[in-house]
T-cell receptor, first 112, second 114 residues
Framework: EAQVTQNPRYLITVTGKKLTVTCSQN?????MSWYRQDPGLGLRQIYY???????DKGDVPEGYKVSRKEKRNFPLILESPSPNQTSLYFC???????????FGQGTRLTVV | AQTVTQSQPEMSVQEAETVTLSCTYD???????LFWYKQPPSRQMILVIR??????QNATENRFSVNFQKAAKSFSLKISDSQLGDAAMYFC???????????FGKGTRLHILP
C-alpha cells in the first residue's frame, strides 16, 4: 500500500530535550516536505527536499533541522525543543511539483 | 507572492443539503493546479478534488465539484447531498511551480447538522 509513515503519532517532551520525528515513504517520490499545523494558521511549510542530499527552508524553519540521506526517509529533528514548537506536524511527499501530496498521519507534539 | 484565502472559518449545513466553501488565491503564474484537502477528526489529510488551471471544465468527483473562475482567481468547493461523514476541516491548496511548496489556506471547519 502506498503510504507515508510518520512516527511517533504522539509525543510529549520537555524543553531542551532533543527529539526526532521520522518520516518514510514507499512511493519513490522525489519531493518531501514537513509542515506544522496550528489553529487559525493552516499548514505552514518547515523544510522541503527535492532530492537526496538537497534540502531547503520553508516558511518557518527556525528551530528545526532535516536530512535526506535516502530517498525514502526525511526525518525532522528538534535539537532543543521549546513550548512554541507544540503543534501538529505532517510529513508529505509527492512525485512531481504539480501532483497531489500524500500526507503522513501526523505527529502531535507537546513541549512542556 | 502567492496567497490562498479561505474567508469562512466555520460553516454549518443540514444533512442532505448543499454547501459551498469559498477559496480565493493570488498568483502570477499562468499554469498551475489547485486542490481541496479534507481533514476529518482522525487528522489524516485526504485529497478531495484537483483542478488544472488550463482546463476550462470544472472538476467533479461524485458529490464534490468545484467552481473555478480563473480570471477572478476563485476556487470554491461545492458539496452536494451533505453527509455526516463530510464533517471535517477543509483546506484549499496551491502547489507552487517552483520549489516544493504548497500554500494552504487557513481552513474552513464544516459541521453537518443531522
Amino acid at each position: 500500500e502506498a503510504q507515508v509513515t510518520q512516527n511517533p503519532r504522539y509525543l510529549i517532551t520537555v524543553t531542551g530535550k532533543k527529539l526526532t520525528v521520522t518520516c518514510s515513504q514507499n512511493m519513490n517520490h522525489e519531493y518531501m516536505s514537513w509542515y506544522r499545523q496550528d489553529p487559525g494558521l493552516g499548514l505552514r511549510q518547515i523544510y522541503y527536499s527535492m532530492n537526496v542530499e538537497v534540502t531547503d527552508k520553508g516558511d518557518v524553519p527556525e528551530g528545526y533541522k532535516v536530512s535526506r540521506k535516502e530517498k525514502r526517509n526525511f526525518p525532522l529533528i528538534l535539537e532543543s525543543p521549546s513550548p512554541n514548537q507544540t503543534s501538529l506536524y505532517f510529513c508529505a511527499s509527492r512525485r512531481l511539483r504539480n501532483t497531489e501530496a500524500f500526507f503522513g498521519q501526523g505527529t502531535r507534539l507537546t513541549v512542556v | 507572492a502567492q496567497t490562498v484565502t479561505q474567508s469562512q472559518p466555520e460553516m454549518s449545513v443540514q444533512e442532505a443539503e448543499t454547501v459551498t466553501l469559498s477559496c480565493t488565491y493570488d498568483t502570477s503564474e499562468s499554469d498551475y493546479y489547485l486542490f481541496w484537502y479534507k481533514q476529518p477528526p482522525s487528522r489524516q489529510m485526504i485529497l478531495v478534488i484537483r483542478q488544472d488551471a488550463y482546463k476550462q471544465q470544472n472538476a467533479t468527483e461524485n458529490r464534490f465539484s468545484v467552481n473555478f473562475q480563473k480570471a477572478a482567481k476563485s476556487f470554491s468547493l461545492k458539496i452536494s447531498d451533505s453527509q455526516l461523514g463530510d464533517a471535517a476541516m477543509y483546506f484549499c491548496a496551491y502547489p507552487m511551480n517552483r520549489d516544493d511548496k504548497i500554500i494552504f489556506g487557513k481552513g474552513t471547519r464544516l459541521h453537518i447538522l443531522p
